[in-house]
């Protein structure tokens, strides 16, 4: 497995930016695909952004359109969120994740391997 690593996390005023690091390391696969994910108290955990790492298409959910921003380095193992624009509805732990295969379904939390520990965003 590949262990991944978030960070960035913090808190931060409605309006204010934050920018999320995901870094893998251990054996690192050629995966597929890499998304955050993010978990609000009492809620399910929902897709926020994807990028596939071979052509660098990148999905997202219509929460954070215009507003959120992924992205990747491949030299660095490192997958990017950045946030903008941030609300008090985004405040969550937010998740890295990649997947082996190309998911059929970015947001799809079964369709990933592996996962970070999370970290968290605090927006008030």
């Known amino acids: 497995h590949v262990q991944l690593v978030e960070s960035g996390g913090g808190s931060v005023q409605a309006g204010g930016s934050l920018r999320l690091s995901c870094a893998a390391s251990?054996?690192?696969?050629?995966?597929?695909?890499m998304a955050w994910f993010r978990q609000a108290p009492g809620k399910e955990r929902e897709g926020v952004a994807a990028?596939?790492?071979?052509?660098?298409?990148?999905s997202y959910a219509d929460s954070v359109k215009g507003r959120f921003t992924i992205s990747q380095d491949n030299a660095k193992n490192t997958v990017y969120l950045q946030m903008n624009s941030l609300e008090p509805e985004d405040t969550a732990m937010y998740y890295c994740a990649a997947a082996r295969a190309v998911p059929w379904t970015w947001y799809d939390q079964d369709e990933y391997d592996d996962w970070g520990q999370g970290t968290q965003v605090t927006v008030s």
């Open positions: 251990g054996y690192t696969y050629r995966s597929n695909c």
């Open positions: 990028v596939s790492t071979g052509g660098g298409r990148t």
